[in-house]
């Protein structure tokens, strides 16, 4: 998918459509709700944040999408980025699989916005399952800025930053090792 949009004839506009065939490919032969939006409330364990009721999911992320596509140019990579993964776990569209698809609509967002597939072994994402505490941290500290009517996604830009790094310093490992 990042391929697909990374072609200059196809300019990038990030829709809901994209995000359920994210959901689809991530769940595939895992659940049977794969692509589906969840229908009823849900509860997050270990989080203080309720997701909005189900009948708002569509409306949300459509606001969700708006955000970004409004401010594709206008922020930065990572805060386009950062602010698809905590929208996203927020919003908590899917029964299953809402961390995995938010890491991967995320990630998307990241390489098209700076416009390349970005290089290294362990990518953001794969980084972010192996360790999620930070990710977790992050995605808790911009929940209690949004519950004070903030937008401030600061810690989730500084650990996308951090991952970011990671997974370029791999590129440089390799190369000094010769693969």
Not at 40 to 63: C, D, F, M, W, Y
Request: proline residues 6%; charged residues 20%; glycine residues 6%.
């Amino acid at each position: 998918m990042i391929d697909y949009w990374l072609q200059p004839e196809r300019p990038f506009k990030l829709r809901v459509s994209a995000i359920l065939t994210l959901h689809r490919r991530a769940l595939e032969r895992i659940s049977s709700f794969e692509g589906v939006f969840r229908p009823g409330g849900i509860e997050i364990k270990g989080s203080k944040h309720t997701p909005p009721g189900a009948h708002r999911v569509p409306e949300n992320l459509e606001q969700m999408c708006d955000y970004i596509n409004e401010n594709w140019t206008k922020s930065s990579p990572l805060h386009i980025a950062a602010y698809t993964l905590w929208r996203m776990n927020w919003i908590h569209p899917f029964v299953d699989g809402n961390g995995r698809t938010s890491r991967a609509v995320s990630y998307l967002v990241l390489c098209v916005r700076l416009g390349y597939r970005l290089p290294g072994i362990t990518t953001i994402p794969e980084q972010i399952s192996r360790n999620k505490d930070p990710y977790y941290q992050a995605l808790e500290a911009a929940d209690n800025a949004n519950t004070s009517g903030k937008l401030d996604l600061t810690e989730m830009e500084r650990l996308l930053e951090s991952l970011l790094a990671n997974q370029l310093v791999s590129v440089l490992d390799s190369a000094r090792s010769g693969g």
